[in-house]
């Protein structure tokens, strides 16, 4: 007896995806599900749908993955512009994963789980209307961590997932990564330098204010993907620090600020690789004014 109890504790211990089932929660254009068992529990995924959406079509598909240093954050942080992305025709997606405060895990659980996400929207795929050889991967600052870990680390994977449905997406968008350089000194946690670049990496764009420390790291990634042959980008603000894409809020002069700058800089790279068609339908402010970094 006592070794069949070890052997389902055991079991237990593993965490599993989920099949797309009835949503748990529903409203217009958007539903939540839950996508993985956990040790420590549930998480879920909420996904935003664009006008006209059904099961079996082939939209391209954005994960979105909240930042707070792997401690704090919400998959909330990235509902509006997952809202826009979803407008625009794509199926969006801003999942959960563990963190320290909630789960009192480390960032590789965080970043297991991310895979995880991309992995679970590519298994459901036709029952969630997304094409997966288009499926793009992003997030801010942790977050971004983990979105840029999918496609440049092997390091993360989950155990007992079926691997040979890849969790590594086709595109990248980027807020403010928090990466380091291997070596470096300011290392805080091991994911930060699990990066590694090859040829043939997804196309990825990243967005840093000047002021942010992080920046640096970014650029070291960028140019190592551009001299192997691949596309990157980087945008910078100028003048301001970490975290500067989550401003929403309007200048005194009623003007938009930052989150409607890297927005529509967003729609412009995902137009280019065929992800989206038509212009974009969030304008930015000259006051708020982007710079292509040379790589």
């Not at 990235?78 to 963190?99: D, H, N, W």
């Not at 390091?155 to 007992?160: D, M, N």
């Amino acid at each position: 007896m006592k070794t069949f109890i070890v052997c389902l504790l055991a079991i237990s211990a593993h965490a599993e995806l989920l099949p797309v089932a009835k949503p748990l929660e529903s409203a217009a254009n958007e539903r939540t599900y839950a996508y993985k068992n956990t040790p420590q529990g549930e998480l879920k995924v909420n996904v935003f749908l664009p006008e006209g959406w059904q099961p079996g079509q082939k939209h391209a598909a954005i994960l979105m993955f909240f930042g707070g240093a792997w401690t704090n954050g919400s998959p909330t942080q990235f509902g509006t512009k997952a809202q826009y992305l979803a407008s625009r025709g794509m199926v969006a997606l801003t999942p959960e994963y563990r963190i320290k405060t909630r789960h009192q895990t480390t960032p590789r659980e965080s970043c297991e789980d991310a895979n995880s996400a991309i992995r679970w929207a590519r298994i459901n795929a036709s029952a969630l209307g997304i094409d997966p050889d288009r499926i793009v991967a992003s997030g801010g600052s942790s977050g971004g961590t983990c979105a840029t870990l999918t496609a440049l680390s092997t390091s993360f994977e989950a155990a007992g997932e079926d691997l040979s449905v890849s969790s590594k997406p086709n595109a990248l968008v980027l807020y403010n990564p928090a990466l380091a350089e291997p070596g470096a000194a300011r290392v805080q946690a091991e994911v930060m330098t699990a990066w590694k670049v090859a040829k043939n990496e997804p196309p990825m764009i990243f967005f840093f204010g000047t002021n942010d420390q992080m920046l640096a790291a970014s650029r070291e990634v960028a140019k190592q993907l551009v001299a192997l042959g691949n596309r990157a980008e980087i945008y910078t603000a100028p003048g301001v620090g970490h975290g500067f894409f989550n401003d929403t809020t309007s200048t005194k002069n009623g003007v938009p600020g930052w989150h409607e700058a890297v927005l529509y800089q967003t729609d412009l790279f995902l137009t280019s690789l065929g992800y989206l068609s038509g212009k974009p339908t969030v304008k930015p402010d000259p006051e708020h004014s982007l710079t292509r970094d040379g790589l």
